[in-house]
Each structure stands twice: as C-alpha cells, then as structure tokens.
C-alpha cells in the first residue's frame, strides 16, 4: 500500500528515477521513450509518487508539462539519491573486481632485494584504486597475522605448515655460502658445504624463521655435520654484517648476493642442488577474495610462476632432501 507509512524503498527508487528524467524533458512522451517504457505506466508511476508525496509534482495544462512547488522541492533531492545510488553501484562493482578496498602485505626483508618492489610496482599500476598497506615481518609474525586476520597476504619464504593457510609458489632459488671476505675459503668459485663443518654460523634463529632454519641446517646434516651457531639474527642484512665482522659464516638464499656488504664474500656452494621457494600465502576462506585474487595473479605474473593451484601448509617439507 502507497501512503506516508507504507514507503517502500525500492518502489520510491523507481519512482524517484521516473520523475527525475519527466522532470528534465517536461513531456510525458519523450520521458517514457528514455525510461523505455509506454506512457501510461510512467504517468502511473508519477501519481503514486505523488501520493506519497501528498502534493502533485507537476502541473498538466494545456500549455504543457510545468514543475509544481513540491516538483522544484523533491527534484534536487531525487537528483542527489539517484547519483548516490549510481556511486554505490560502481564501488560494488570495483569492489567486486578486486578494483577498490584496502589489503594487508607482509613480506619477508630478503624479498625487498628481489622481487617485492617489482609485484608491488605492478599491482599498483593494474590497480590503482587499492590502497596497500605493506609491513616487513619475519616468518613466523606473518604467520601468526594472516592466522589472526591481521594480514590478507603474506610473501614469504618456507613458510611452515600451518593449518587454515595456503600457499602458492611463486620462485624458487639456490643457496649460497656467506663467508668473510678474508676467509680462506672465499679464494674458491664454490665452497663445499663440508668444509663449513668447523665453523661457527651465524644462523637465523629458528622462532622467526623455523622452515629457512630447517632447510640451513638439513644442508649441514647431509654434509655430515650439525651448524654450530656462533651468532643469530633475524635479518640476513644482520647475518651478512656479522658475518663481514668475521663473527661466522653462513648458509643463505641466492638473492642475499644483493645485500653489499663491506668484508662479505658470496660463493656458490656443492652439492648446488639445493632450492628454496618463495610462496605467496593467504587463508583458505580467502581465496575468492578478490583483492587477494588480483595480488596473486600480478605476483605470478611478476615471477613467472606456473598458474597452478595453489597447496595447503599441511605437509612438512622434506628437510634433508633440500
């Protein structure tokens, strides 16, 4: 029923529409062509919103089509709500392609070496309309953020299983031996991991980074020998500049090659069939998100990672086949 108290919102949307276009042609005839419908629905359409009103809207003389009073007060009104509705509709949309909305980056240091600033780059240009929020954090507190909802996408290497995540690979790269310029062992093009067995390491510490710690430490015991951690840093900057002190030495990712560091010599290791990979991590529920979609396929873009489905962290890597 029409009337002041049985208002119904998407009747008085439709209505408002009809009367705004009536509104700017003043004829009864055109209005109905634009709104594509015949004129005795439209001039229905007007008397129920005149109802609701409780003042007619337009004047019907013979002169023509004519603004009431009530027409003049109601159309900026019905102008503004219509725009408003219009607005709402394209943030839903935008929102919906992942276009609009705020999402949450973690991203290990080491990656702001390599390829972080290249996803970055290119999820901001493809959209621009998504504000990011990016924090650097070790393993472990990324872990725990995109577990507590804090976090939409954490970049990351190894991560650990962890039930209710997934991750995607998206690069994988080899290990290099991290030695003091000055040491002996850097005069070689590759270091074997064995000649490190007497060494003090400079490692990180296993709570930040347990999965990278694990791997570090399976290339050791397939060498034959358990690390002796002289020094820990939850930084590879901070390993590098221990190890350039002459603190220790260590084991690392390849794109720690980037890190210049006075005194630190980088030396490929043997065997060199070791990988680790960088994943891409998200929570299962989220995986129709569509802004951590859209990261997702720029970061495999950026990295040329296969488009593959992506695996939950519920199997343990093999440590000692790294």
């Known amino acids: 029923m029409d009337g002041p108290g049985g208002d119904r919102p998407e009747l008085a949307l439709h209505q408002l529409h009809a009367f705004a276009v009536l509104a700017e042609e003043l004829h009864f005839g055109r209005a109905a062509e634009r709104l594509g419908i015949a004129q005795p629905p439209l001039s229905q359409q007007i008397r129920r919103l005149e109802r609701k009103v409780g003042h007619p809207l ?16 109601l159309l900026p009104a019905a102008r503004r709500a219509l725009g408003e ?22 991203f290990a240091a080491s990656l702001a070496l390599t390829v972080l600033p290249r996803i970055l780059g290119a999820y901001h240009a493809r959209y621009p309309g998504v504000e990011m ?23 990351m290497r190894e991560p650990p299983e962890t039930d209710g995540l997934v991750a995607e690979p998206l690069l994988s790269e080899g290990f290099v031996a991290v030695l003091p310029a000055g040491h002996p062992l850097a005069a ?38 358990e690390p002796r951690a002289g020094q820990r840093a939850v930084e590879w900057q901070t390993v590098c500049a221990l190890v350039g002190a002459g603190l220790g030495v260590s084991l690392a990712p390849a794109s720690v090659r980037r890190i210049r560091s006075a005194g630190v010599a980088y030396r490929r290791i043997s065997p060199g069939g070791a990988r680790t990979t960088v ?28 488009d593959g489905p992506a695996r939950p962290l519920r199997q343990k890597p093999d440590i000692t086949s790294v």
Not at 58 to 73: E, I
Not at 85 to 106: K, M, P, S, T, V
Not at 205 to 218: C, N
């Open 279 to 306: 994943a891409a991590c998200h929570r299962e529920e989220d995986a129709a998100n569509p802004l951590v979609a859209g990261f997702l396929r720029t970061a495999r873009d950026q990295t040329s990672a296969p």
């Open 188 to 225: 070689r093009r590759a270091v074997p991991v064995a000649a490190l067995a007497d060494e003090p390491f400079v490692l990180l510490p296993r709570a930040a980074a347990p999965t990278v710690h694990d791997r570090i430490a399976g290339l050791c015991r397939a060498a034959g020998f």
């Open 58 to 73: 337009f004047d019907r003389g013979p002169g023509g089509v004519a603004l009431t009073p009530a027409g003049h007060g």
């Open 133 to 155: 929020e990016v924090r650097e954090m070790t393993t472990a507190p990324q872990v725990a953020a995109l577990c507590d909802g804090s976090l939409d996408v954490g970049l």
């Open 85 to 106: 509705i219009a607005g709402g509709l394209d943030a839903a949309r935008r929102a919906g392609r992942g276009e609009a909305g705020r999402i949450r980056i973690g």
